[in-house]
């Protein structure tokens, strides 16, 4: 049978069948929501660690960048300095072949400025260089970092493989099992399970009767309506909160 027959099909459905079709899939869910209990926080660890070192990646990446640059600017300096320091003796030499005061003057004048350019690229060589050493420091401590999340990051994946791998076959039986069961229920209905399971903390939308109280949120259901709801002849919700009931027993009449 089709899922487009089984459509069809659930139309016709009373409302007892309809109810133990909504339990059934709840049994399933339960199951389901077991195993993805068992895996806990770890595919948001792993993807959080993931994330940790895509973040540290990029980080390396331009400070090995940034160091780059700022050698490329050392070099430029130290050229510019050596270029400055030959103009210093090229001008001083020709001081000693001046013909008058203001020929020695200017060239005084290019000397000093030449000079000013060698204090300058010493100083901004000596800067460039600092920078480099603090961001070695900070690349080092990122590589540091990156090499400890790696190492967490393969643990957790070995983990999360492991607890899948022992799982996997369950899983894929009662996602099957929850595909069939799921194409019984009309539409409207299966919204509205779906809705209470997003809505309520332990993901429970159709609860038997327990102890006289609802089986989501433990409240009493007054004695009347507990009969109503053994009976079966209509969908019956919690009136504290909202969860749809049934009558513990529905699976085997």
Same mark, same amino acid.
């Given at each position: 049978?089709?899922?487009?027959?089984?459509?069809?099909?659930?139309?016709?459905?009373?409302?007892?069948?309809?109810?133990?079709?909504?339990?059934?899939?709840?049994?399933?869910?339960?199951?389901?929501?077991?195993?993805?209990?068992?895996?806990?926080?770890?595919?948001?660890?792993?993807?959080?660690?993931?994330?940790?070192?895509?973040?540290?990646?990029?980080?390396?990446?331009?400070?090995?960048?940034?160091?780059?640059?700022?050698?490329?600017?050392?070099?430029?300096?130290?050229?510019?300095?050596?270029? &400055?320091?030959?103009?210093?003796?090229?001008?001083?030499?020709?001081?000693?072949?001046?013909?008058?005061?203001?020929?020695?003057? &200017?060239?005084?004048?290019?000397?000093?400025?030449?000079?000013?350019?060698? /204090?300058?690229?010493?100083?901004?060589?000596?800067?460039?260089?600092?920078?480099? /050493?603090?961001?070695?420091?900070?690349?080092?401590?990122?590589?540091?970092?990156?090499?400890?999340?790696?190492?967490?990051?393969?643990?957790?994946?070995?983990?999360?493989?492991?607890?899948?791998?022992?799982?996997?076959? /369950?899983?894929?039986?009662?996602?099957?099992?929850?595909?069939?069961?799921?194409?019984?229920?009309?539409?409207?209905?299966?919204?509205?399970?779906?809705?209470?399971?997003?809505?309520?903390?332990?993901?429970?939308?159709?609860?038997?009767?327990?102890?006289?109280?609802?089986?989501?949120?433990?409240?009493?259901?007054?004695?009347?309506?507990?009969?109503?709801?053994?009976?079966?002849?209509?969908?019956?919700?919690?009136?504290?909160?909202?969860?749809?009931?049934?009558?513990?027993?529905?699976?085997?009449?």
């Amino acid at each position: 049978m089709t899922s487009k027959d089984k459509k069809v099909e659930n139309v016709g459905q009373s409302v007892k069948e309809k109810l133990k079709t909504l339990y059934k899939l709840q049994l399933i869910d339960i199951e389901i929501d077991r195993i993805k209990t068992l895996r806990g926080e770890l595919p948001l660890e792993v993807r959080d660690l993931e994330d940790e070192v895509a973040g540290l990646e990029t980080r390396i990446q331009k400070l090995k960048a940034e160091n780059e640059n700022l050698n490329s600017q050392i070099k430029a300096r130290e050229i510019a300095k050596r270029e &400055a320091e030959a103009l210093v003796k090229k001008y001083t030499e020709q001081q000693n072949n001046v013909r008058n005061n203001r020929e020695y003057d &200017a060239l005084t004048k290019e000397i000093e400025f030449q000079n000013l350019e060698i /204090e300058l690229c010493n100083k901004k060589i000596k800067d460039f260089k600092t920078q480099i /050493e603090q961001k070695e420091i900070l690349l080092k401590e990122s590589i540091e970092r990156i090499e400890e999340k790696k190492k967490d990051l393969q643990a957790k994946k070995v983990e999360l493989d492991t607890i899948i791998a022992e799982t996997k076959a /369950e899983e894929e039986k009662l996602m099957s099992q929850r595909e069939d069961v799921a194409a019984l229920i009309e539409q409207r209905l299966l919204y509205a399970y779906n809705r209470i399971r997003n809505n309520v903390r332990n993901k429970l939308a159709v609860v038997p009767i327990h102890r006289d109280a609802c089986g989501g949120c433990y409240n009493k259901i007054p004695p009347q309506r507990q009969l109503d709801i053994k009976s079966s002849r209509k969908i019956i919700p919690c009136e504290y909160c909202g969860r749809i009931l049934v009558d513990p027993d529905i699976l085997e009449k």
